[in-house]
């Protein structure tokens, strides 16, 4: 069986599937199976990548009319592209003739259409088939567009979702896009961009970046800036949460929402956290690596990082002068793609306003360590030998929280209902001052 197959008996898969995530242990990690199995594999595909919104890119990477990009999701290819009329559209990449690809490059710009290159059917950028060859009296032109799939902008974020019936988007906007739009990510550009493969099950590499219980022995660059307390799950203490607080109180005061705010099921949140020393960015000096700051951010005071999360495949860090978004998403049981990429305003100038080493070596440099570390956990945990061992209470916060939104939305869809959380309740929210204003959201 293929990665991309589904299993040959659905019932006895997910009754496989049910029983192991019946079985975990609260406070401990997945066993081997959910790492390892092409079954698991191919129902965290079905019931998640092919049902939920997907962060894909940028508006700016479709800043003109028939620019483009794909998206692979799992066994589907995407065409996200900019139409004649300004708005975006997504269309499976499968041409409706006798189903060839239609794009291979990871982007690109067609000047007018989508053009088939085995038999040349094309297509208008809205996906209408626009021209063909003597295909007969009786053939209905109309009936034969592209197949769209579900595409979204948020404050300059573009999603995708490839199930028949996407889920509502509303809540992730109402929550995050009030955040975002100070930095005005339309009128950014990609300065840098980096994709890896990495060896590894898309869940090790999600859990890898849910907690910093490693950064201090693994990434001195990062470590330079960024707290290795667990802040960004909304632990801390009393001095984390105090610090949090007049960031947060700094910014409100220009206006900048920094509030910590998550989904009721945890699937994402938004928060605004202090750098350490007064840093204003992640850069091995601590200082901003573009001199001309992103949209509507004031020079002054220093505004921290504002982070996004959002399960199962993209986190961003915004500082005043730069953004790095993450997007992951899984190509087999043991393979995973993560694609980095750094923004700055259009208007900025290479070498005049930013140089790209200044800009992306403490992410180059953590993302090699990163895919080194998960593709080492991938090795281990694939051993028969492995068994799960308990999280730290205190610095995994935020990997439980994760494995709490992937059982619990895994056990639902497979039937069977919720189960309880490998977690307290206590710990699925966020602690100290900021719970009852995120509990608000």
């Known amino acids: 069986m ?3 197959q589904a299993p040959s008996d659905s019932a006895t898969a997910n009754a496989r599937l049910r029983s192991a995530l019946d079985a975990l242990r609260p406070g401990h990690g997945l066993d081997r199976l959910f790492h390892i199995d ?3 594999f191919a129902a965290d595909l079905e019931h998640i990548f092919y049902r939920e919104w997907l962060f894909a890119g940028h508006d700016c990477e479709l800043a003109n ?3 483009w990009f794909l998206v692979d999701v799992g066994a589907h290819s995407v065409i996200v592209v900019r139409a004649a009329d300004g708005t975006l559209k997504a269309h499976h990449n499968t041409c409706r003739h006798r189903g060839s690809r239609i794009c291979d490059a990871a982007k690109g710009n067609t000047k007018r259409r989508l053009v088939c290159p085995y038999h040349q059917w094309s297509y208008e950028l809205d996906g209408s088939l626009a021209r063909t060859r003597q295909m007969g009296d009786d053939f209905d032109p109309k009936a034969h567009g592209l197949r769209p799939a579900h595409v979204a902008s948020i404050g300059g974020l573009i999603y995708v979702c490839v199930a028949r019936q996407a889920p509502d988007i509303a809540p ?3 929550l995050v896009e009030p955040y975002l739009a100070p930095f005005d990510l339309r009128n950014a550009k990609v300065a840098f961009e980096s994709r890896i493969v990495e060896r590894a099950n898309w869940k090790l590499v999600m859990e890898n970046n849910r907690e910093c219980y490693h950064c201090a022995a693994s990434h001195p660059e990062l470590c330079r800036t960024f707290p290795e307390a667990p802040t960004h799950t909304g632990k801390g203490s009393e001095d984390d949460v105090a610090a949090i607080e007049r960031l947060v109180e700094r910014c409100e005061a220009l206006g900048l929402p920094g509030r910590f705010r998550m989904a009721s099921n945890a699937q994402y949140r938004v928060m605004r956290l202090p750098f350490l020393d007064d840093a204003r960015a992640m850069t091995m000096s601590g200082k901003a690596a573009v001199r001309r700051l992103l949209g509507h951010v004031p020079a002054e005071p220093n505004i921290g990082d504002m982070l996004i999360y959002h399960y199962p495949s993209a986190w961003s860090h915004f ?11 899984p190509i087999s049981a043991t393979e995973t793609e993560l694609v980095t990429r750094w923004l700055v305003h259009r208007d900025a100038v290479e070498g005049r306003d930013y140089d790209i080493k200044t800009l992306t070596e403490v992410w180059l440099a953590t993302n090699t360590q990163d895919t080194r570390l998960v593709e080492r956990n991938q090795r281990g945990v694939a051993s028969p030998a492995y068994a799960p061992g308990p999280y730290s209470p205190v610095h995994e916060e935020g990997v439980m ?9 895994m056990s639902e869809r497979i039937g069977g209902g919720m189960p309880k959380p490998v977690t307290s309740g206590s710990r699925t929210r966020p602690s100290g001052r900021e719970s009852a204003r995120a509990r608000s959201a």
């Open 172 to 174: 992730l906007r109402a």
């Open 319 to 329: 500082t005043a002068d730069h953004a790095i978004t993450f997007r992951l998403l």
């Open 2 to 4: 293929t990665a991309h």
């Open 401 to 409: 929280q994760f494995i709490d939104w992937y059982r619990g939305t």
């Open 65 to 67: 009319a028939g620019d």
């Open 38 to 40: 092409p079954e698991v």
